[in-house]
């Protein structure tokens, strides 16, 4: 099988990359042929070409971001979030594999049918994905507005105020330039997000409504809060105009002329007229009380802030408080923003430094890993801590939420102020912070504490166990299995200790023929039923000395039915048990021509069925990697072919010695 996936997520940065590898490697451990596109920060790469996609069997899209579908119209595509694709890049893959995933159809003109034929993943939490969409092409503006405004007070020699009519007064009105952007972008493809194309414009004047308070009589205006608002209304809006029906000679102009001058309007009147001046009043309330905030107060605001900062690593959560850190700096309270700036840098620092300080605790990977996190918190990019926190979020997440408050709290009580809406080190390096001494006390503090606490909660890693033999298990296998083929060799080795009382029960199964003759073979089977098909079976077992009692497995293979269907799809079931009636491990293979329903997510009756049956004592080494020689193979649609058009058991016994 041939997959392709695109990975994206806000920032472009950690996520992206996270997601990409761990789709890669878990594709090159179940023996599945595999190509990513990443949608970073610098762009896309690595990307898929009209060849690759047609000859794809199809499509992952692991995404916190909007991604233009329309390439992968007629193929397979399964959407889901950039978390899946980090967490559970096997499930992803099984789930290609098995063929649970719908065709992609294309949008057919509105934005409510791509989605709902996306299936359930990417409907899971649309607010969330609109909004990290608006986010992720915000975030450049913010960098670039941040450092330019920084690079410029630090060489002007000016102080806080640049001199007029230098190099460094343009370079600092090139930062100010984009930081009026950043409302309306965030705005803008919120509403892209939700209605694609047509809703850009909408959503962009929508924004810069929201943040110029002149529309409806407010100093201080609606800022990040009204934008948000104002891109939510403006993609809702303009999906609900896309749904009128119109006549087929203005369909061609309505997504260039009607609907986005419909939307401003509706947008923009509402905005001004009725959410405006509202949004507005909480905002400057909200900042008239941080803003009274002393002594106790602000501790506790700091904590706030600091939790919310290192929750999600860039998460909407994050968002909010380092926007609402970016906002205060209009108003004249760079205290907030210090720290802010402090608690956004301490997760990637202190999980590097984790890794330097107790390396017994960390995997290889990981300690190269926190390499690269503890440089990206020098930078200011809290996602670093990422791949720590999804491997371990019970110990991770708590160390690094009580790094960032302790620097936080100390960063405010220190009276550091951040004047450019950035932060970490690479900002106090480069002139944009007060009290610096404070502030790298604050980060450095912070940092151990969420070192030293984390490396307090962790264990002590074992040696990295052998990697099981290559190919994809069925998805749905108990956890217990995938646990122990972690830890078994590729290779069965005879165990002297055992309570076996026959020489082959040690042999070593390199291929389905060495646990399946002639005799297991039947390419006729008599069943009518998926439960008079494992009879069936189970039978053919019990004749040939393989069961000591029939009733004890049929009980393990219903029981493993259960818990989930053993029908793989593309007419294929796998039904298989441990239990202590096996004598020794052994397949059966049996054709139904005319399929039998074996509730297949796929929909398709099971006319190739194999029975695995393998004693309990051996599950770890035998039942997955008999799994994964079947799984492998059976990928391979011509093959089935071939073995759906035997009509000899010789004949079908010469295809399965291919098996290995």
Sequence with gaps: ???????????????????????????????????????????????????????????????????????????????TGVEDGTRKPEELINRMLKGDVPVHQGDQGTAASSEET???????????????????????????????????????????????????????????????????????FIAYSIADRPGLAPGLIGGLIADDGSFYGSEAGAGFLGGIVAGFLAGYVVLGIKKIKVPKAVQPVMPIIFIPILGTLIVGLIFIYVLGTPIAQIFETLTVWLQGMQGT????????????ISIDMGGPVNKVAFLFGSAMIAEGNFEIMGAVAAAICIPPIGMGIATFLNKRKYQSEDKEAG?????????????????????????????????????????????VGDRVAHGGPIVAVLGAVDNVLMFFIAVIIGSFV?????????????????????????????????????????????????????????KEINQLTDILDLNLIDIHLAGHTRDEVIDECI??????????????????????????????????????????????????????????????????????????????????????????????????????????????????????????
């Design 1 to 79: 099988m041939k997959l392709l996936a695109v990975t994206a997520c806000p920032t472009g940065i950690a996520h992206t990359y996270m997601a990409a590898e761990n789709l890669q490697k878990a594709a090159d451990e179940l023996g599945v042929e595999m190509k990513v596109e990443t949608q970073g920060s610098i762009g896309a790469e690595n990307e898929l070409t009209a060849k690759e996609i047609e000859e794809a069997d199809g499509i992952i899209i692991s995404s916190s971001t909007n991604i233009n579908k329309d390439r992968f119209v007629g193929k397979k595509l399964l959407v």
């Design 297 to 308: 107060s602000s501790v506790v605001l700091a904590l706030i802030l600091g939790a919310m």
């Design 371 to 415: 390499k690269a996190t503890f440089t990206m918190g020098l930078f200011g990019i809290t996602e670093g801590a990422i791949p720590f926190a999804a491997q371990d979020p019970i110990r991770v997440i708590p160390s690094i939420m009580t790094g960032s408050m302790v620097g936080a709290v100390i960063a405010m009580l220190g009276g």
């Design 450 to 506: 969420t070192a030293f606490l984390v490396n307090f909660l962790k264990k002590t890693v074992e040696p990295e166990p052998a990697l099981a033999a290559e190919g994809p298990a069925i998805e749905g296998e108990e956890t217990n299995d995938l646990n122990e083929t972690n830890t078994a060799s590729t290779h069965v080795t005879t165990d002297n200790t055992a309570k076996e009382t026959k020489e082959d029960e040690h």
């Design 539 to 660: 039978q053919t077992l019990n004749e040939q000395g393989i069961l000591e009692s029939p009733e004890i497995f049929t009980q393990a293979i219903l029981d493993r039915e259960k818990e989930s269907t053993t029908g793989m799809g593309m007419n294929i079931a796998i039904p298989h048990g441990k239990s202590p009636a096996v004598k020794k491990p052994a397949v059966t293979f049996g054709i139904k021509p005319e399929g039998v329903d074996w509730y297949s997510l796929d929909g398709t009756t099971a006319k190739l069925i194999f029975m695995i049956a393998v004693p309990e004592e051996r599950a770890g080494d035998d039942h997955l990697k008999i799994l994964q020689m079947l799984s492998r193979k059976l990928m391979d649609e011509s093959f089935r072919e071939q073995l759906m058009q035997v009509t000899s058991k010789q004949e079908a016994y010469d295809l399965l010695e291919t098996i290995q």
């Design 118 to 188: 996306e299936g359930k993943k990417e409907r899971q939490n649309p607010v969330y994905r609109h909004l990290m969409n608006g986010v992720s092409y915000m975030i450049p503006f913010i960098v670039v507005g941040g450092l330019l405004t920084a690079l410029a007070l630090t060489l002007s020699g000016g102080g806080i105020d640049v001199p007029e009519g230098t190099i460094w007064a343009t370079i600092e009105s090139l930062g100010g330039a984009a930081f009026t952007f950043m409302v309306p972008i965030l705005s803008g």
